[in-house]
Every structure is written in structure tokens, then in C-alpha cells.
């Protein structure tokens, strides 16, 4: 599924296309994805100009001058493709402008497009429990602190649920983890004061590498140009059981599964 930096890498790249321009054209190819269109998706977005993009967690939002805002998920392979040579069967939403076409290509149909009332975002159900953006200035070691007291559950599975921090998800918090030396079994309640403060900026590192990187390519992943993101082969321990630590402690990496997903850490560096 992709993550929060894909989903930013194809925030940004549709921007760079659809930002300010006037949206000449909607064509719907299926009735659903997840859940049906939304009935007036057309007649809303056709002839609205796209004022600004922008993220929530792992969903892009497109918003409309006409007081409403698209919102999009990719679910497990979708992505958008800009000015595609060759439709593709799986081009399930087509948007045009007066110089470009975005077709948004689901195989598995898993993604989700709704249209919300741009002054009610914050109370749409999907968002409206949703913890601080990791790369917004609401993640802070003190927020952390107070979300984890008292609780039992790991700190890799805390870290997954979006009420304490949105759009996190199991590659970049195996990768922040190692990079914060905190192991991922370890009861959220009793990770430090010290280590937090090394975890708030380690999750903001290894999340802007990834944008930087564009995003991890994993099955079906790749950015609205086309390029695939490279960010994988820079994973410290994710993927990677077996192998040496890069820290060069004698560590080995390990895989265990919590909350039914896999786990890479170093049991020596990470405490």
C-alpha cells in the first residue's frame, strides 16, 4: 500500500500540472472503487478550478473553488498517471484540462475518491479522530509522552495507530525506530523522555528522505511521471533479515510479526 511519502510524491507531482488550473473535464469509467463515486463528482468538478493541493495522513486532497474538496486514496496499487500516451483498462477517473490529462489507475480497487464540503474537512469521519501530521509541527516529544502514558501495547504498534500519529505505516516506523535505537516491542508507556526526543525528529528524517527519494517502489508504487521512487534500496533494517546492522554493532537484522505485520530490527542497538 502506499504510504504517506508516495502518497506526498504524488500530491506534489500533481500539483506541479493541476494547481490553478480549470478543470475542463470528468470522466467516470466504473461506478466504484472501495465505495461508489461520489453521485456528484461531474457535475461539481467540471468547470472548477483546483485552487491547491495538499495531504491528510495517506490521503490527497484536491480542492476546488467551488468550496468542496476531492479527496483521494490509492489504496494497495493505485496511482495517477499525467498525460498517459495509452489508456489503460484500470483508468478508472479521468480529469482533463485545457493542457493535461489525469487518469487515476487502480488495478485492485482499493482506492477510495469522496467529494467533502472544504469547511467540514476536519470533521469527515476518516479525519476527524486522526492524530498530528508526522510532518507537521503537532508531532513533539511531548505529544508523544502524553499519548503513551500508562500504555502497555509496543511503541511499534502504538506508532501505527493513526489516532496518536496519522499516516504512519509499518516501513517508516521500522525505519524510525532503528534510527531512534528504540526497540519496537518495548511498552509504549516506558520508552523514554530521551528517546522520544530521538524519535520526533527520526521519523521526520526518514520520512523526508523517502519524499526526497520519491517514495519506496513496492509492487505497484510509481509516481505520477512514471519514475519509480527509490528509497527502498536506502532501508536500514527494513526487508532486511539477516543481514549485517549498519551500525556495525555485531547486530543481526531480525523479523518478528506484531499485530499480524512483520517487524525488522537489530536486537543489539535497539533498546
Known amino acids: 500500500m502506499p504510504e504517506l511519502p508516495e502518497v506526498e510524491t504524488t500530491v506534489r507531482g500533481l500539483a506541479a500540472f493541476l494547481e490553478g488550473e480549470r478543470i475542463t473535464r470528468v470522466q467516470i469509467n466504473r461506478p466504484d472503487l472501495r465505495r461508489p463515486f461520489p453521485a456528484d463528482l461531474v457535475q461539481v468538478m467540471t468547470g472548477a478550478t483546483v485552487s491547491a493541493l495538499s495531504r491528510r495522513a495517506k490521503y490527497g486532497l484536491l480542492h476546488l473553488d467551488r468550496g468542496s474538496t476531492m479527496i483521494f486514496h490509492l489504496g494497495m496499487s493505485g496511482r495517477w498517471r499525467i498525460d498517459p500516451e495509452v489508456a489503460d483498462i484500470h483508468d478508472h477517473l479521468v480529469l482533463e484540462t485545457a493542457a493535461h490529462r489525469f487518469a487515476l489507475c487502480d488495478p485492485r480497487r482499493f482506492g477510495s475518491v469522496d467529494l467533502v464540503g472544504s469547511d467540514t474537512l476536519d470533521a469527515w469521519p476518516q ?72 524519535l520526533v525528529p527520526a521519523i521526520v528524517a526518514v520520512l523526508e528522505a523517502s519524499i526526497r527519494d520519491g517514495g519506496s517502489t513496492l509492487r505497484d508504487y510509481a509516481r505520477p511521471d512514471g519514475e519509480l521512487g527509490y528509497f527502498a534500496s536506502s532501508f536500514d533494517v527494513y526487508g532486511r533479515e539477516g543481514q549485517a546492522c549498519r551500525r556495525d554493532d555485531g547486530g ?14 537489530c536486537p543489539i542497538c535497539q533498546k
Not at 486522526?130 to 500508562?150: D, F, N, S, W
Not at 525505519?175 to 522520544?196: D, F, H, N, S
Not at 537484522?253 to 512483520?262: D, K, M
Open 127 to 198: 479525519f476527524a479522530a486522526l492524530g498530528p501530521e508526522p510532518l507537521g509541527p503537532g508531532l513533539t516529544p511531548a505529544h508523544l509522552k502524553a499519548a503513551l502514558k500508562g500504555k502497555t501495547q509496543s511503541i511499534k504498534l502504538c506508532l501505527l495507530d493513526q489516532r496518536i500519529v496519522a499516516g504512519l505505516g509499518n516501513i517508516y516506523v521500522c525505519e524510525a525506530l532503528w534510527r531512534a535505537g528504540i526497540r519496537p516491542t518495548k511498552p509504549a508507556g516506558r520508552v523514554t523522555g530521551p528517546q522520544l526526543q530521538r
Open 252 to 265: 543481526v537484522i531480525q523479523r518478528i510479526a506484531q499485530g499480524g505485520r512483520s517487524t525488522w530490527y
